[in-house]
């Protein structure tokens, strides 16, 4: 009680921002910690393209509350960076409200949040006012992999991930480093890779994967990759002959 007689009133304290990877598609492979922070979550928030599905929602919407409040984060995918940085400037402040009401914020990630997640951006912004706690997912190199039966690293071999955005100066060297890779978001860049790959004799040693492990995956050798390439592909490249005996 106050000297007045009045009650004092207690700050809420802020809620937790979580960023929660559900896998790279196939709803079995999120975690059990993962399923269970969703199925409790009074706020969900997830990223998206304008104007289109979230494909984080849709791997976990088997395990989605029924009444739980959404926050969709549309962000731009565009080569330049300040569209997607005021995005992400705008929907922190968005989240930020609701932690500073005392609510958790459960933000779902395809595959890993730190591993080329949206959810990286946002925590930058929040973590130096509110607690954030990461729970990691399966990723699309590790499931591309067991789609593909293909080890990704033994011994004292060295696995290197390349973005497709690399230019060929650059991806060339990397791909002269390592013994095994991936290359990401290969889209529209497939036939630049395909010519590269090709030149540096590592064609036949490539394989192409699209959505890994969702119903639409596509596994086939690099040179009978279709011509358009989605963004949720990949390419695996194993440069030695038998890297696991």
């Keep these: 009680m106050s000297a007045s007689g009045g009650s004092i009133s207690a700050?809420?304290?802020?809620?937790?921002?979580?960023?929660?990877?559900v896998g790279p598609g196939d709803a079995e492979l999120m975690t059990l910690k993962a399923a269970r922070l969703i199925g409790a979550a009074q706020v969900l928030a997830y990223p998206a393209l304008p104007g289109r599905a979230s494909l984080a929602r849709e791997i976990a919407a088997g395990v989605l509350p029924e009444a739980v409040e959404e926050l969709r984060i549309e962000v731009?995918?565009?080569?330049?960076?300040?569209?997607?940085?005021?995005?992400?400037?705008?929907?922190?402040?968005?989240?930020?409200?609701?932690?500073?009401?005392?609510?958790d914020v459960v933000f779902l990630c395809e595959g890993d949040p730190l591993f080329y997640g949206s959810f990286m951006y946002l925590q930058a912004r929040l973590a130096g006012r509110f607690c954030t706690e990461v729970v990691p997912g399966v990723a699309s190199p590790m499931a591309g992999a067991a789609a593909a039966g293909l080890p990704l690293a033994a011994r004292d071999e060295v696995f290197s991930v390349l973005p497709a955005t690399l230019d060929d100066a650059a991806l060339r060297a990397r791909l002269a480093l390592c013994d095994s890779a991936v290359i990401m978001k290969v889209g529209r860049h497939l036939p630049r890779l395909r010519a590269l790959l090709e030149s540096m004799e590592l064609a036949a040693r490539a394989q192409y994967v699209?959505?890994?492990?969702?119903?639409?995956?596509?596994?086939?050798?690099?040179?009978?990759?279709?011509?358009?390439?989605?963004?949720?592909?990949?390419?695996?490249?194993?440069?030695?002959?038998?890297p696991w005996l």
């Design 11 to 21: 700050k809420k304290k802020p809620g937790v921002f979580y960023g929660v990877g």
């Design 76 to 103: 731009p995918m565009t080569a330049e960076r300040a569209p997607a940085q005021a995005a992400y400037d705008t929907s922190a402040a968005r989240i930020a409200a609701v932690l500073e009401s005392g609510r």
């Design 210 to 242: 699209e959505r890994a492990s969702m119903a639409s995956q596509v596994i086939r050798p690099l040179a009978e990759a279709p011509a358009d390439a989605p963004y949720f592909s990949l390419i695996l490249v194993v440069k030695g002959a038998d």
